[in-house]
């Protein structure tokens, strides 16, 4: 393999990274201001495995050189899991209140 040849499997590699970055971002984003049970959210998750899947294949993460995305990534999966259980805990809620009415109604 040529050094040219590296540098851009090196920039491919970069550029999948951030793409998951991104992909994460706009997940969190999605939930947080929209409905989570949206179809944005199910095929934002598809694309985020499918790249997940190639990182994991091609070992990135594990690399010293992607040691700040790999911290970063992880916060972000965080920040996801925070923002689905805000949004769990806020569609709970909401189910009481539909429940309240529903009784209040029947009696």
Do not use: W
């Amino acid at each position: 393999m040529n050094p040219k040849t590296l540098k851009i499997a090196k920039q491919e590699d970069v550029l999948l990274l951030n793409k998951l970055t991104r992909s994460l971002e706009e997940q969190i984003n999605v939930i947080q201001c929209s409905d989570i049970s949206g179809k944005k959210v199910e095929t934002l998750a598809l694309q985020i495995q499918s790249i997940v899947d190639e990182i994991t294949c091609k070992g990135l993460l594990d690399l010293e050189q992607f040691k700040d995305k790999r911290e970063h990534i992880k916060r972000l999966y965080n920040n996801l899991s925070l923002a689905v259980i805000a949004r769990t805990k806020e569609t709970e809620k909401q189910l009481n209140h539909v429940r309240i009415g529903k009784k209040t109604l029947g009696a």
